[in-house]
């Protein structure tokens, strides 16, 4: 007979309210699977958007919430062999994290890195992987070279200061508050700009002898995507990942050509299990050391109890949250 467990369901789309605990058949790992025995589970903004109605889980994904999770190995499915039980481990999945019990590829888990708690660990996997791929492999960041990330408190902002001034960039950010710019530069930016009280362009010009960034990571679009072509470098690069403020704008193409701009962007959740591996091995690799060492952390705002999930969505929707919340499994 299957096995029960707890996890969150969204009764039907709507305000937090409509998260509710249910039983749910506990998943039993496929082949190359683990089933994690979860810890704790990351709260990220698309949880917000499929809670809405707006975000639909890829084909073949759990339709319980959750991109990520930290917890202990307790089975293993057909031919997986990189984990064993008992292993403690973090992972991305394409749903189904707020649950005491969620199954994934192997290669989509990554050890525990170093002391860090489960906690913590479960707020790594969803930004690191965005960051890692937006940045990194598709924004091309290299040593020396200047990031402009917007939201720059939020849990993607958090890790993309991080990670680029760590890989010797030069970073600014844009935020809503004085206490979110503090905390972007306690992270590492060189300058957080109050996009309420400044005009980011401006501000960019002015600390890089009007010569503007390298590249920039979006998630807000409407007005910011003609902004971001004027504050782009020549040859600069944007790379979106959301549109806060909408994903239909009028801009100045004429500056994306006369700068000779690149603008791309993707979204992780529906790529390949082999594509996030991918993903994985090199933050394995690259920057699962760095926290080890706790050179680059994980910024946690709040914790919450799992019975607790609707706080935990009103938290992230009032948005003064700064970095990752975060449920824990009691
Ligand atoms: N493409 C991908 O693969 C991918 C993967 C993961 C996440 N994302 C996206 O990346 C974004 C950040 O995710 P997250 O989990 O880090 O979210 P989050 O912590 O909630 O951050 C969102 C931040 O954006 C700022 N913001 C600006 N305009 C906003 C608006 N109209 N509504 C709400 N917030 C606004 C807020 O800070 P201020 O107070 O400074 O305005 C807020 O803290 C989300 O849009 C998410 O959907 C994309």
Redesign the pocket.
């Known amino acids: 007979m299957t096995k029960a467990m707890r996890a969150v369901a969204i009764r039907e789309p709507g305000g937090p309210e409509v998260l509710e605990i249910v039983e749910r058949p506990r998943p039993s790992p496929g082949p190359g699977e683990i089933l994690i025995a979860v810890e704790a589970a990351g709260i990220?903004?698309?949880d917000c958007?499929q809670r809405e109605g707006k975000y639909a889980p890829p084909p073949g994904a759990s339709d319980i919430p959750g991109l990520e999770v930290a917890g202990e190995v307790v089975a293993t499915g057909e031919g997986a062999s990189i984990f064993s039980p008992g292993d403690r481990v973090c992972a991305l999945v394409a749903g189904g994290g707020y649950a005491e019990y969620c199954a994934v590829h192997e290669s989509n888990a990554l050890p525990k890195p170093g002391d860090l708690s489960m906690t913590e660990a479960a707020a790594l996997p969803?930004?690191f992987f965005?960051v890692w791929h937006?940045v990194f492999q598709r924004g091309g960041l290299k040593r020396g070279e200047s990031l402009l990330v917007h939201?720059?408190?939020?849990?993607?902002?958090t890790t993309a200061i991080q990670l680029a001034h760590a890989f010797g960039a030069t970073v600014f950010a844009?935020?809503?508050?004085a206490e979110?710019c503090a905390a972007c530069e306690g992270l590492g930016a060189a300058r957080a700009i109050n996009?309420r009280d400044e005009d980011f362009v401006t501000a960019v010009k002015q600390a890089t002898d009007g010569a503007g960034v390298d590249l920039i990571l979006d998630?807000?679009g409407g007005d910011y995507v003609g902004r971001n072509y004027e504050a782009a470098a020549i040859e600069g690069r944007i790379v979106q990942?959301?549109f806060?403020?909408g994903a239909v704008a009028e801009a100045n193409f004429a500056k994306l050509m006369v700068k000779r701009l690149t603008h791309t962007?993707?979204?992780?959740?529906p790529r390949s299990v082999e594509f996030k591996a991918g993903i994985a091995a090199e933050l394995q690799r690259l920057v699962w050391p760095l926290l080890a060492a706790r050179e680059v952390a994980p910024v946690i705002d709040t914790v919450f109890p799992f019975e607790k999930v609707q706080d935990a969505h009103r938290r992230?929707e009032d948005?003064s949250?700064i970095g990752?919340i975060v449920l824990e499994m009691g």
Do not use: D
């Not at 939201?151 to 902002?157: D, M, P």
């Not at 962007?265 to 959740?269: A, D, F, K, Q, V």
């Open positions: 990220n903004r698309p958007l969803e930004t965005t937006n939201g720059g408190s939020s849990g993607i902002g844009t935020a809503g508050s979110k996009y998630m807000v990942i959301a806060l403020h962007g993707s979204t992780l959740r992230m948005g949250h990752k």
